[in-house]
């Protein structure tokens, strides 16, 4: 099994619809990320979380949030998407500083 | 300007090939150096990671750091079209707690039989 998981892996929406991407890892690592990736512009830092009680932005976080639900979890949401959310979502653990580890990827379409 | 900048290809080469990768960067903070590899439709996967200035090698591929011209280069000797794939270079800060990276655009490499 897959140490990262994301749930879904595709999802075509509308605009102003709400939506939530689900990460989890059996790895036991305290830190989890989310990032969005779009050509030419590379990964992207959303969000960040320590550990369930410590929540972080990253650098693009308007209009987006997040929700540690346990070590294993972390969530991001879309309030309200919009079309220029559309790109691929990764989900990342680590421990500590040492390398992340990145789920498949969520391909989000927003129409 | 971007802290990271990446040339995004895409670059092409025969098998057999040395394949030359690099990033510039701007933040003279950055202490920790790392090449990712994305294989299409998935999500990238550490190659190699360096510390500071210098020359780390492993297999055909090797990571070279160049702080004082804020320059990262990765070779990969004898190309592979199994090589073909979105190298992702990524830094951080040496002082930062927080494993924040930041990441290159991605250079796009096709290696051809």
């Known amino acids: 099994d897959a140490d990262v998981t994301q749930t879904p892996r595709n999802r075509i929406t509308k605009t102003g619809k709400r939506i939530m991407l689900e990460c989890s890892q059996t790895?036991?690592?305290?830190?989890m990320y989310w990032y969005r990736q779009d050509p030419g512009l590379g990964l992207r830092l959303i969000y960040y979380?320590?550990?369930?009680?410590?929540?972080n932005k990253g650098e693009i976080s308007d209009g987006y949030s997040v929700s540690r639900q346990a070590q294993a979890k972390f969530s991001l949401s879309l309030e309200s998407a919009i079309p220029n959310q559309t790109a691929l979502y990764f989900c990342?653990?680590?421990?500590?500083?040492?390398?992340?580890?990145f789920g498949p990827g969520t391909r989000l379409t927003v129409l | 300007q971007k802290e990271v900048e990446q040339d995004p290809g895409p670059l092409s080469v025969p098998e057999g090939a040395i394949v030359s990768l690099n990033c510039t960067y701007s933040?003279?903070?950055?202490?920790?150096f790392m090449w990712y590899r994305q294989y299409s439709r998935k999500g990238p996967e550490l190659l190699m990671y360096?510390?500071?200035?210098g020359n780390k090698e492993d297999g055909r591929f090797t990571a070279q750091v160049d702080k004082s011209s804020k320059y990262i280069s990765l070779f990969i000797r004898d190309s592979q079209p199994s090589d073909s794939a979105t190298y992702l270079c990524?830094?951080?800060?040496?002082?930062?707690?927080?494993?924040?990276?930041?990441f290159g655009q991605g250079t796009t490499l096709q290696v051809k039989p």
């Open positions: 990342a653990t680590s421990d500590r500083w040492t390398e992340q580890f």
């Open positions: 790895k036991g690592h305290d830190r």
């Open positions: 979380s320590f550990d369930v009680k410590d929540i």
């Open positions: 933040n003279s903070a950055f202490q920790y």
């Open positions: 360096t510390y500071s200035s």
């Open positions: 990524a830094m951080r800060e040496g002082s930062s707690n927080t494993g924040k990276l930041i």
